[in-house]
T-cell receptor, first 114, second 117 residues
Framework: DADVTQTPRNRITKTGKRIMLECSQTKGHDRMYWYRQDPGLGLRLIYYSFDVKDINKGEISDGYSVSRQAQAKFSLSLESAIPNQTALYFC?????????????FGPGTRLTVL | KQEVTQIPAALSVPEGENLVLNCSFTDSAIYNLQWFRQDPGKGLTSLLLIQSSQREQTSGRLNASLDKSSGRSTLYIAASQPGDSATYLCAVSRIPLNSGGYQKVTFGTGTKLQVIP
Protein backbone atom coordinates (compact mmCIF):
# COMPACT_ATOMS: atom_id res chain seq x y z
CA ASP A 1 0.00 0.00 0.00
CA ALA A 2 1.12 3.52 -0.81
CA ASP A 3 2.41 5.54 2.12
CA VAL A 4 1.05 8.83 0.77
CA THR A 5 -2.29 8.75 -1.02
CA GLN A 6 -4.22 11.45 -2.81
CA THR A 7 -7.84 11.64 -3.89
CA PRO A 8 -9.11 12.19 -6.47
CA ARG A 9 -6.43 11.26 -8.97
CA ASN A 10 -8.08 13.21 -11.75
CA ARG A 11 -10.65 15.98 -11.64
CA ILE A 12 -12.24 18.15 -14.27
CA THR A 13 -14.23 21.09 -13.04
CA LYS A 14 -15.60 24.42 -14.18
CA THR A 15 -14.52 27.94 -13.37
CA GLY A 16 -15.98 29.15 -10.08
CA LYS A 17 -16.49 25.74 -8.52
CA ARG A 18 -15.12 24.83 -5.11
CA ILE A 19 -12.76 21.89 -5.16
CA MET A 20 -11.11 19.88 -2.39
CA LEU A 21 -8.11 17.66 -2.86
CA GLU A 22 -7.30 15.23 -0.09
CA CYS A 23 -4.07 13.70 1.12
CA SER A 24 -3.51 10.94 3.64
CA GLN A 25 -0.29 9.40 4.90
CA THR A 26 0.60 6.34 6.90
CA LYS A 27 4.26 7.24 7.38
CA GLY A 28 3.66 8.93 10.72
CA HIS A 29 5.44 12.05 9.53
CA ASP A 30 4.80 15.36 11.20
CA ARG A 31 5.25 17.61 8.19
CA MET A 32 3.00 17.76 5.16
CA TYR A 33 3.15 19.89 2.02
CA TRP A 34 1.09 20.78 -1.02
CA TYR A 35 2.86 21.53 -4.30
CA ARG A 36 1.72 22.22 -7.81
CA GLN A 37 3.64 21.27 -10.92
CA ASP A 38 3.40 23.14 -14.18
CA PRO A 39 5.36 22.37 -17.35
CA GLY A 40 8.60 24.35 -17.44
CA LEU A 41 8.10 25.78 -13.95
CA GLY A 42 8.99 22.85 -11.75
CA LEU A 43 7.27 22.24 -8.45
CA ARG A 44 6.14 25.20 -6.37
CA LEU A 45 5.04 25.12 -2.77
CA ILE A 46 1.47 26.15 -1.99
CA TYR A 47 1.15 25.42 1.75
CA TYR A 48 2.96 23.45 4.39
CA SER A 49 2.11 22.23 7.86
CA PHE A 50 4.43 21.27 10.71
CA ASP A 51 1.63 19.71 12.75
CA VAL A 52 -2.11 19.91 13.22
CA LYS A 53 -1.93 23.37 14.75
CA ASP A 54 0.66 24.83 12.43
CA ILE A 55 -0.23 25.93 8.88
CA ASN A 56 1.99 28.13 6.75
CA LYS A 57 1.76 29.74 3.34
CA GLY A 58 4.19 28.78 0.63
CA GLU A 59 5.25 30.63 -2.50
CA ILE A 60 1.89 30.59 -4.29
CA SER A 61 -0.90 30.37 -1.71
CA ASP A 62 -3.30 32.91 -3.26
CA GLY A 63 -6.55 31.24 -4.29
CA TYR A 64 -5.90 28.20 -2.09
CA SER A 65 -6.65 27.17 1.47
CA VAL A 66 -5.74 24.09 3.50
CA SER A 67 -6.89 22.11 6.48
CA ARG A 68 -4.85 19.72 8.62
CA GLN A 69 -7.58 17.56 10.09
CA ALA A 70 -5.22 15.14 11.78
CA GLN A 71 -1.54 14.34 11.68
CA ALA A 72 -2.24 11.97 8.81
CA LYS A 73 -4.58 14.17 6.74
CA PHE A 74 -3.97 17.40 4.87
CA SER A 75 -6.54 18.84 2.45
CA LEU A 76 -6.17 21.52 -0.18
CA SER A 77 -9.15 23.61 -1.27
CA LEU A 78 -9.68 25.87 -4.22
CA GLU A 79 -12.49 28.15 -3.13
CA SER A 80 -13.36 29.33 -6.62
CA ALA A 81 -11.40 27.49 -9.26
CA ILE A 82 -9.96 29.37 -12.24
CA PRO A 83 -8.36 28.00 -15.43
CA ASN A 84 -4.79 28.94 -14.45
CA GLN A 85 -5.10 26.55 -11.51
CA THR A 86 -5.03 23.71 -14.00
CA ALA A 87 -1.98 21.72 -12.93
CA LEU A 88 -0.68 18.55 -11.34
CA TYR A 89 -0.97 18.78 -7.56
CA PHE A 90 1.22 16.82 -5.20
CA CYS A 91 1.09 16.17 -1.51
CA UNK A 92 4.34 15.37 0.26
CA UNK A 93 5.50 14.49 3.74
CA UNK A 94 8.77 14.69 5.59
CA UNK A 95 10.03 13.67 8.96
CA UNK A 96 12.43 15.61 11.12
CA UNK A 97 13.26 12.56 13.17
CA UNK A 98 16.11 10.59 11.68
CA UNK A 99 15.44 10.94 7.95
CA UNK A 100 17.13 14.25 7.36
CA UNK A 101 14.04 15.96 6.03
CA UNK A 102 13.72 13.53 3.14
CA UNK A 103 10.50 14.21 1.26
CA UNK A 104 8.02 11.55 0.14
CA PHE A 105 5.40 12.30 -2.48
CA GLY A 106 1.92 11.10 -3.26
CA PRO A 107 0.89 10.03 -6.77
CA GLY A 108 -0.58 13.41 -7.66
CA THR A 109 -3.95 14.82 -8.65
CA ARG A 110 -4.40 16.11 -12.17
CA LEU A 111 -6.81 19.03 -12.01
CA THR A 112 -8.33 20.65 -15.07
CA VAL A 113 -10.37 23.83 -14.71
CA LEU A 114 -12.46 24.65 -17.76
CA LYS B 1 17.13 33.26 -4.18
CA GLN B 2 18.11 29.68 -4.81
CA GLU B 3 17.98 28.58 -8.44
CA VAL B 4 18.33 24.99 -9.51
CA THR B 5 19.23 24.12 -13.09
CA GLN B 6 19.25 20.76 -14.79
CA ILE B 7 20.92 20.43 -18.14
CA PRO B 8 20.15 18.89 -20.56
CA ALA B 9 16.37 19.07 -20.43
CA ALA B 10 16.20 15.82 -22.39
CA LEU B 11 18.60 12.98 -23.06
CA SER B 12 18.35 9.88 -25.21
CA VAL B 13 20.83 7.02 -24.84
CA PRO B 14 21.08 3.41 -26.04
CA GLU B 15 20.47 0.64 -23.54
CA GLY B 16 23.52 -0.40 -21.57
CA GLU B 17 25.22 2.97 -21.64
CA ASN B 18 26.45 4.63 -18.46
CA LEU B 19 25.19 8.18 -18.10
CA VAL B 20 25.42 11.26 -15.93
CA LEU B 21 22.67 13.73 -15.14
CA ASN B 22 23.64 17.16 -13.89
CA CYS B 23 22.16 19.49 -11.33
CA SER B 24 23.55 22.90 -10.41
CA PHE B 25 22.43 25.31 -7.73
CA THR B 26 23.33 28.92 -6.98
CA ASP B 27 23.34 29.00 -3.16
CA SER B 28 25.75 26.55 -1.54
CA ALA B 29 24.20 26.94 1.94
CA ILE B 30 22.10 23.84 1.58
CA TYR B 31 20.84 21.31 4.11
CA ASN B 32 20.46 18.42 1.71
CA LEU B 33 19.94 17.51 -1.92
CA GLN B 34 17.47 14.91 -3.10
CA TRP B 35 17.17 13.17 -6.46
CA PHE B 36 13.75 12.02 -7.63
CA ARG B 37 12.36 10.04 -10.49
CA GLN B 38 9.02 10.95 -12.04
CA ASP B 39 7.18 8.71 -14.46
CA PRO B 40 4.65 10.34 -16.82
CA GLY B 41 1.56 11.49 -14.98
CA LYS B 42 2.80 10.06 -11.72
CA GLY B 43 4.30 11.16 -8.47
CA LEU B 44 7.91 11.63 -7.50
CA THR B 45 9.86 8.67 -6.22
CA SER B 46 12.80 9.47 -3.99
CA LEU B 47 16.00 7.93 -5.31
CA LEU B 48 18.78 9.31 -3.17
CA LEU B 49 19.20 11.89 -0.43
CA ILE B 50 22.58 13.49 0.21
CA GLN B 51 23.09 15.50 3.37
CA SER B 52 25.21 18.62 3.10
CA SER B 53 28.02 16.92 5.02
CA GLN B 54 28.16 14.00 2.59
CA ARG B 55 29.93 13.70 -0.74
CA GLU B 56 27.97 10.88 -2.30
CA GLN B 57 25.27 8.26 -1.88
CA THR B 58 24.78 4.99 -3.71
CA SER B 59 21.78 2.78 -4.32
CA GLY B 60 22.11 -0.12 -6.72
CA ARG B 61 23.07 1.22 -10.16
CA LEU B 62 22.66 4.81 -8.99
CA ASN B 63 25.33 7.03 -7.52
CA ALA B 64 24.78 10.65 -6.59
CA SER B 65 27.57 13.04 -5.76
CA LEU B 66 27.51 16.47 -4.18
CA ASP B 67 30.03 19.28 -4.44
CA LYS B 68 28.66 22.14 -2.39
CA SER B 69 31.51 24.51 -3.09
CA SER B 70 30.90 24.41 -6.82
CA GLY B 71 27.12 24.13 -6.47
CA ARG B 72 26.86 20.87 -8.36
CA SER B 73 25.44 17.41 -8.04
CA THR B 74 25.53 14.54 -10.47
CA LEU B 75 23.43 11.41 -10.73
CA TYR B 76 25.31 8.56 -12.32
CA ILE B 77 23.28 5.69 -13.77
CA ALA B 78 25.23 2.58 -14.64
CA ALA B 79 24.23 0.14 -17.37
CA SER B 80 21.05 1.99 -18.28
CA GLN B 81 17.86 0.04 -19.00
CA PRO B 82 14.63 0.98 -20.79
CA GLY B 83 12.92 0.93 -17.41
CA ASP B 84 15.10 3.86 -16.39
CA SER B 85 13.23 6.07 -18.85
CA ALA B 86 11.63 8.83 -16.80
CA THR B 87 12.15 12.44 -15.78
CA TYR B 88 14.79 12.95 -13.10
CA LEU B 89 14.45 15.88 -10.75
CA CYS B 90 16.85 17.27 -8.21
CA ALA B 91 15.71 19.29 -5.23
CA VAL B 92 17.80 21.37 -2.89
CA SER B 93 16.76 22.11 0.68
CA ARG B 94 17.83 24.78 3.04
CA ILE B 95 16.60 25.72 6.49
CA PRO B 96 16.69 29.50 6.86
CA LEU B 97 17.75 30.98 10.17
CA ASN B 98 14.86 31.91 12.47
CA SER B 99 12.48 29.88 10.33
CA GLY B 100 11.46 27.52 13.09
CA GLY B 101 12.83 24.60 11.10
CA TYR B 102 10.99 25.38 7.88
CA GLN B 103 12.60 23.42 5.06
CA LYS B 104 12.65 25.48 1.90
CA VAL B 105 12.90 23.18 -1.08
CA THR B 106 13.77 24.35 -4.57
CA PHE B 107 13.25 21.96 -7.45
CA GLY B 108 14.91 21.83 -10.82
CA THR B 109 12.74 21.38 -13.89
CA GLY B 110 14.19 17.97 -14.59
CA THR B 111 15.98 15.96 -17.24
CA LYS B 112 13.78 13.69 -19.34
CA LEU B 113 15.70 10.48 -19.99
CA GLN B 114 14.88 8.01 -22.71
CA VAL B 115 16.77 4.72 -22.83
CA ILE B 116 16.41 3.08 -26.22
CA PRO B 117 16.36 -0.73 -26.35
Amino acid sequence: DADVTQTPRNRITKTGKRIMLECSQTKGHDRMYWYRQDPGLGLRLIYYSFDVKDINKGEISDGYSVSRQAQAKFSLSLESAIPNQTALYFCATSDTRGHGYEQFFGPGTRLTVL
Amino acid sequence: KQEVTQIPAALSVPEGENLVLNCSFTDSAIYNLQWFRQDPGKGLTSLLLIQSSQREQTSGRLNASLDKSSGRSTLYIAASQPGDSATYLCAVSRIPLNSGGYQKVTFGTGTKLQVIP
